[in-house]
């Protein structure tokens, strides 16, 4: 079973540690290193400078930006190897862009990251990385396209929050957690294409106590995604459409690889999208696994593949390994789904035949599809279901 008592309290606990407020002692404001709000003059030093500041501080410490719109054409990294103070507030009151020319930043992994960093609070602003036309390179199959970067990314750092923030037309993944402990992340926004290629709105994986709240995503990816190694996850008041849905995966990616537990799910509401809450592994061995997973409280209003688990994930049927795959998932709970699908198959399991899914439990489900009979598919699953469940359970 998931530690549902454990995962809360500290859900619990990262919420009144967030709505503590400490008036910093030092403020940095960047205009005050050079930053001009006119959108057109790079400000990136100004904003490496008033880190460093706040860096050398040992009290709490906020770098302010105020309204107006802040050229930032290439990546910047905050470190926080060499910080004192363990208290810094981005306090974001203006827009950060980036260049209208893709290829400055396409070629980065990342556009803003944080790196080692502790006590690290992100508060308001957005993030605007103008990947529209990279996006249709990408699109067109043209050559020279370059990956793109993630908007905003966080790697192994501690004690993070992220509240209020808007991420616009990020070129890949618009916030990334990744090899973090203790992050709190509530009311962001993230608003890209349906078509936008890999704009995932927050993928999270090697992590532990991430805590998901009252976030709105539109984009051309999942939504939320959830990569190995993620440990208590908690996600609550969701919505997600256009998008790809909630993901556990792609898992199985290599054949060592952290399995993923302690995973909730709560008030989700997706619309239009792709898939509902989806568990996706390619098909080949792997040590992964997925264990102790709630969905609970979810809406669905046409979307194509509502509940699915998916061990033959291989997008586009390139170069698909063709194997049973090695992850094994046991323990996935879905009470109280309702809505439309898509589609006639509303629930599809597709598990490992030499890692069957076991404990899948279906608790109050009730799918509809335009008023016709709608369908389960199982294959390679043991579980058991409760209460009405609609489409009749193949479990």
Not at 132 to 158: D, E, I, M, V, Y
Not at 209 to 230: E, H, L, Q, R, W
Request: glycine share 8%; aromatic share 6%.
């Amino acid at each position: 079973m998931v530690n549902v008592t454990n995962c809360l309290y500290r859900v619990v606990v990262l919420m009144i540690l967030q709505s503590l407020v400490v008036e910093s002692a030092f403020i940095y404001n960047v205009l005050s290193f050079g930053a001009k709000p006119n959108g057109a003059t790079d400000s990136t030093q100004a904003f490496v400078d008033a880190w460093s500041a706040a860096c050398a501080s040992n009290d709490s410490t906020t770098i302010s930006v105020p309204k107006g719109r802040y050229l930032l054409p290439s990546a910047i990294k905050f470190r926080g190897d060499k910080c004192k103070t363990l208290d810094i507030t981005f306090q974001i009151d203006g827009t950060l862009i980036a260049s209208s020319d893709y290829r400055i930043l396409g070629q980065a992994n990342n556009w803003l990251s944080f790196e080692r960093v502790t006590g690290v609070s992100i508060v308001g602003g957005t993030l605007d990385a103008k990947g529209t036309a990279l996006w249709a390179c990408k699109l067109a199959a043209s050559t020279g396209c370059p990956n793109g970067a993630t908007s905003l990314r966080f790697t192994n750092s501690k004690n993070i929050s992220i509240n209020g923030l808007t991420s616009l037309n990020s070129q890949m993944f618009h916030i990334v957690v990744n090899g973090c402990q203790d992050v709190y992340i509530r009311g962001v926004k993230v608003n890209a294409a349906g078509n936008s290629p890999n704009t995932d709105g927050i993928h999270v994986q090697l992590s532990r106590n991430v805590a998901i709240f009252n976030t709105s995503i539109k984009t051309g990816d999942d939504c939320v995604s959830i990569g190995p190694g993620m440990k208590d996850l908690w996600v609550e008041q969701i919505s997600c459409g256009p998008g790809h849905g909630i993901s556990i995966g792609s898992l199985a990616k290599d054949l060592e690889e952290e399995g993923v537990q302690n995973v909730t799910v709560r008030n989700a509401i997706f619309k239009g999208t792709q898939n509902g809450l989806r568990i996706k592994s390619w098909p080949r061995p792997s040590s992964g696994f997925v264990q102790g997973v709630q969905f609970i409280d979810a809406v669905m209003l046409n979307v194509q593949n509502p509940i699915v688990i998916d061990q033959k994930y291989c997008p586009r049927n390139i170069n698909c390994p063709a194997q049973a795959s090695g992850v094994k998932i046991s323990d996935v709970l879905y009470r109280n789904i309702q809505g439309t699908s898509g589609r006639a198959v509303a629930i599809k399991f597709d598990c490992s035949a030499t890692n069957p899914c076991s404990g899948i439990r279906l608790e109050n489900v009730s799918l509809t599809y335009r008023n016709q009979v709608v369908q389960s598919h199982c294959t390679n699953v043991n579980g058991n279901t409760s209460g009405i469940v609609q489409p009749n359970s193949c479990v």
